[in-house]
């Protein structure tokens, strides 16, 4: 893969911490399914039966944070890059590589803060790296050129048809692939939301739509061989209020963190702090890579069966 020339003093200094594998990975394959605009309440006040399984069969929490403002490209951003907005400089759905308020502290590939996309290429240059998307936006808090292959299907925005596209396009590069690390992103349980409101009946449908399209990917896991490899990993960017999300409430910034697998403690309730920032640091312990010393997050070690400092 060729990839494009980083870009000034930043870039190398972002990339220097992170030249050499730090330790042996705790799994093979690593899927991270956010779902777009998912409250707690929407997992346990209605049929949800495959995420409730993950839970049980890995560790979880119902009280993750998502970072402020509670908006979907702070958020996406933060997941990804071990930091905040005050770190990488996504403060609005506004933002653009080229025209921010805040400039990131650092930047690396493709001019941006260092996302958990470009320290595996890095430091595992043969990775597998796939993200479908459901939310056209999202490629853009992305190193493009550090990932073997980006989609985002074509829908109407508006309904829950672009999310099954987008799971069914993420399936079928799993099944070929076999990726080490596979993204997927589900727009349409935010778009219920922002049309008829959170915790509304079509809220809820539109959750167990997200519920069955998660269990379709752990069937395809299980079909593909990949089972006793694999780790999943399911979470949100925001929750919501009445017909927005942006404020500061709780609906709002309280998000779900489910991960389950091997080196997962099974059936484990998570007491500890997680912001979603935490989520990169969290997978690169898996993938065993060294986190980028501006990342400020640190991994969810009590979800791992023999946590490591």
């Known amino acids: 893969m060729k990839l494009r020339p980083l870009l000034g003093s930043l870039a190398v200094a972002a990339l220097a911490a992170f030249t050499s594998v730090s330790a042996a990975p705790l799994a093979r394959h690593v899927v991270l399914i956010g779902v777009d605009g998912l409250s707690p309440r929407g997992i346990l006040e209605t049929e949800t039966p495959h ?91 992305v190193e493009r050129d550090m990932v073997d292959v980006i989609e985002h299907p074509i829908n109407d925005g508006k309904t829950d048809m672009g999310a099954r596209q987008t799971m069914a396009a993420a399936i079928k590069f799993l099944g070929a692939k076999k990726p080490t690390f596979l ?44 089972e006793n490899n694999t780790i999943i990993l399911i979470t949100s960017d925001h929750g919501g209020a009445g017909k927005k999300h942006g404020g500061a409430t709780m609906g709002e910034i309280e998000i779900p963190w489910i991960i389950a697998g091997p080196a997962i403690k099974p059936g484990h309730v998570i007491t500890a702090p997680v912001n979603t920032y935490d989520t990169a640091p969290t997978l690169a312990k898996i993938f065993g890579i060294t986190p980028p010393t501006c990342w400020i997050a640190r991994p969810v070690t009590s979800a791992f069966v023999q946590p490591v400092e």
């Open 51 to 141: 995420l409730r399984a993950l839970a049980q069969r890995g560790a979880h929490t119902w009280h993750a944070r998502a970072v402020m403002p509670t908006s979907s490209s702070p958020n996406w951003a933060s997941m990804i890059m071990g930091a905040g907005p005050e770190q990488h400089g996504v403060t609005s759905n506004d933002w653009q590589p080229d025209k921010f308020d805040i400039a990131p502290v650092v930047k690396g590939p493709r001019a941006i803060f260092p996302t958990i996309y470009g320290a595996l290429r890095e430091q595992r240059p043969d990775a597998m790296i796939g993200i479908f998307h459901d939310w056209k936006d999202y490629a853009r808090l």
């Open 183 to 226: 993204f997927v992103h589900l727009d349409h349980v935010d778009h219920a939301g922002h049309q008829i409101g959170w915790f509304t009946e079509e809220y809820f449908a539109a959750v167990r739509v997200a519920d069955k399209l998660i269990g379709d990917m752990v069937a395809a896991i299980k079909q593909a061989g990949l």
